[in-house]
């Protein structure tokens, strides 16, 4: 009787194991994702402060490629609906919320 439960508890902590594998992988995602929004949005930001007579640059691999000031912002703009796009509003619960508490 003992062995039993010791068996089915065993697998229970394996399963919670994983899940919490899961739920770091998950977050760990999220939070890049979340800090390349940041950092393209500041980008946007900065762009918008600029005007005909600046230079932009694109880094492609190791090389700095000379970029239409026009066509920056659209490039931007495009990072920016892909990472808000690869973000699912409900996926993790966010820390604080009364609705993720456990009791």
């Given at each position: ?30 939070q890049k994702l979340e800090a390349q929004l940041t ?54 619960p966010a820390i604080g ?7």
């Amino acid at each position: 009787m003992a062995e039993l439960i010791q068996k089915k508890l065993q697998g229970e902590v394996e399963k919670y194991q994983q899940l919490q594998k899961d739920l770091s992988k998950s977050m760990s995602g999220r939070q890049k994702l979340e800090a390349q929004l940041t950092e393209n949005n500041i980008v946007k930001e900065e762009l918008a402060l600029l005007d005909g007579s600046n230079v932009v640059f694109k880094l492609l691999g190791p090389v700095l490629v000379k970029q239409e000031l026009g066509e920056a912002p659209a490039t931007v703009g495009k990072r920016l609906d892909y990472i808000t796009a690869e973000i699912p509003p409900g996926e993790i619960p966010a820390i604080g919320d009364p609705g993720s508490m456990c009791y």
